[in-house]
Nanobody, 116 residues
Framework: QVQLVESGGGLVQPGGSLRLSCAAP???????ASWYRQAPGKERELVAI????????EYLDSVKGRFTISRDNARTTVYLQMNSLKPEDTAVYFC??????????WGQGTQVTVSS
């Protein structure tokens, strides 16, 4: 069983930046990987996704131009660089990745709070 682990969340002021990381022991991000978020009282939503080649990315409209999803060359870690953060970005952020068999795996989430 693959257990993805997110890190990098925290409290940041509006306009600030955070970089989230996602990794798992003995797991390589060879297929699609993504970031979701869930704010209190709201449904979980897809924030960003990166293709297996790494050349294709898609973003939630509200984060376009501010967030960037990427993967390291060794394919061991997926990142979400978040700039110009807004209070409405406050949520628990989850990593989701697909394995070779098509099964997807989730992390436990990391809290991001944007507040002055």
């Amino acid at each position: 069983q693959v257990q993805l682990v997110e890190s990098g969340g925290g409290l940041v002021q509006p306009g600030g930046s955070l970089r989230l990381s996602c990794a798992a022991p003995r797991f390589t991000f060879d297929a699609y990987a993504s970031w979701y978020r869930q704010a209190p009282g709201k449904e979980r939503e897809l924030v960003a996704i990166i293709t297996s080649s790494g050349s294709g990315t898609e973003y939630l409209d509200s984060v376009k131009g501010r967030f960037t999803i990427s993967r390291d060359n060794a394919r061991t870690t997926v990142y979400l660089q978040m700039n110009s953060l807004k209070p409405e970005d406050t949520a628990v952020y989850f990593c989701r990745a697909w394995g070779d068999s098509g099964v997807s795996y989730w992390g436990q989430g990391t809290q991001v709070t944007v507040s002055s």
